[in-house]
């Protein structure tokens, strides 16, 4: 197995002067590199590909394709695009300077030039280049650890949502990075009754992963069937207060009856959901109190809303990922925007829902990325 270390970094100096190259050579062998030469672009742009050195030396005046031609090439080529370019030149003029630099060189140095300058000038980019590589080997192996965190909290999530007689349902749930603080669950309650519930953890990435993880181990080592929406939230919220000193969770549990079409809402923290009457053929935020997001204080009371739904109704739960998206001007998604996708008169099924109301979103925030994560959770009623 070679050692990583004992492997000597490369220079590739590109001149059709010979005494230049060999000036090149002899002011560059205490730098402990090996030494590639090139006479001509072509050669150069070969060289390059095959042997990838860490760094080169380019003339511009060449025969041929000349350097700054070199250059273009070599950046636009995704396999040789990371290697620094140095331009060698006799060209002095500042416009030839900032064409260089603006084709992606890192420096730029006039002939004649003095070998204690080239060394300087290589010895720093070289060790640019040695960091920028440990940097990007770092940040690979950030990103495999990420992904594989993603990997086990997709299976926290419910395999598949449940078929309920009288009852649709939907999900949609993507992270802002590799992970994320996001979390639903959907539990199966006496009577035929049925639990939902959707949380979101203080921030995202790995931290909120964490704290999702702990939410959903919490709920599901609940010592008896979750069937009062409020005794679940105290629960959840009394065991968060023991391990978040500074962090918080926001969640909404619901229960849906399918006998009476009776929904019981409990939340703390998180939006309120929001309803589709078909009767009224009109979305609204559905009026509840609340508490305060888990794990920053002790609960009294927990008020708790029931609402009537019938055949038709929509309900729809999601975190405020959706609604503070933000665009290029800096403006929010917002709540509005939702309602009136979720007020569609043409009864889509619930994906289809789900995934237009995602496409809307994705419109408005016009290619900015998205910074929190985003969760929505939709009931049809039958």
């Not at 390059?48 to 860490?54: E, I, L």
């Not at 998206?325 to 929010?332: H, L, M, P, S, W």
């Not at 995934?355 to 985003?374: C, L, W």
Request: charged share 25%; glycine share 6%; hydrophobic share 40%.
């Amino acid at each position: 197995m070679t050692d990583e270390k004992s492997v000597k970094e490369s220079l590739l100096l590109v001149d059709d002067e010979p005494m230049n190259l060999q000036v090149l050579f002899e002011s560059l062998e205490g730098v402990g590199c090996k030494m590639l030469i090139a006479k001509n672009g072509e050669t150069a742009l070969s060289i390059a590909r095959k042997a990838h050195p860490d760094l080169i030396l380019l003339d511009i005046m060449m025969p041929g394709i000349d350097g700054f031609e070199v250059c273009r090439r070599l950046k636009a080529d995704a396999a040789t695009a990371d290697i620094p370019v140095i331009f060698l030149s006799a060209l002095s003029e500042t416009a030839d300077k900032v064409h260089g630099l603006q084709l992606g060189a890192v420096d730029y140095i006039s002939k004649p030039f003095q070998p204690e300058e080239v060394i300087a000038r290589v010895n720093t980019h070289l060790t640019i280049h040695r960091l920028n590589l440990e940097v990007q080997k770092q940040r690979d192996k950030l990103a495999r650890e990420l992904k594989v965190v993603s990997d086990l909290q997709l299976k926290l999530l419910p395999e598949k949502l449940p078929e309920i007689n009288g009852l649709k349902l939907a999900v949609h749930y993507e992270t802002s990075l590799y992970s994320g603080g996001d979390y639903y669950d959907v539990a199966e309650l006496p009577d035929n009754r049925w639990g939902f519930l959707l949380a979101d953890a203080a921030g995202h990435g790995a931290p909120a992963a964490v704290e999702m993880a702990m939410t959903c181990a919490l709920f599901r080592s609940y010592p008896e069937p979750p069937i009062e929406s409020d005794g679940v939230l105290s629960y959840l919220n009394r065991h968060l207060r023991k391990t978040y000193e500074t962090s918080f969770v926001t969640a909404i549990y619901i229960i849906y009856d399918p006998v009476g079409h009776t929904l019981q809402i409990a939340r703390a923290g998180q939006p309120p959901p929001m309803v589709y009457r078909s009767s009224e053929n009109k979305a609204t935020e559905v009026k509840c109190a609340g508490v305060l997001p888990m794990g920053l204080v002790g609960y009294e009371d927990i008020p708790v809303t029931e609402m009537q739904l019938n055949p038709g109704d929509r309900v729809l739960l999601y975190t405020d990922g959706i609604t503070e998206r933000f665009n290029y001007d800096n403006k929010q998604y917002g709540e509005e925007r939702l309602l009136k996708q979720l007020e569609r008169k043409d009864r889509p099924e619930p994906q289809r829902l789900l995934d237009d109301i995602m496409k809307d979103v994705e419109q408005f925030a016009g290619g900015r990325v998205a910074e929190d994560d985003q969760a929505l959770l939709l009931l049809v009623i039958d």
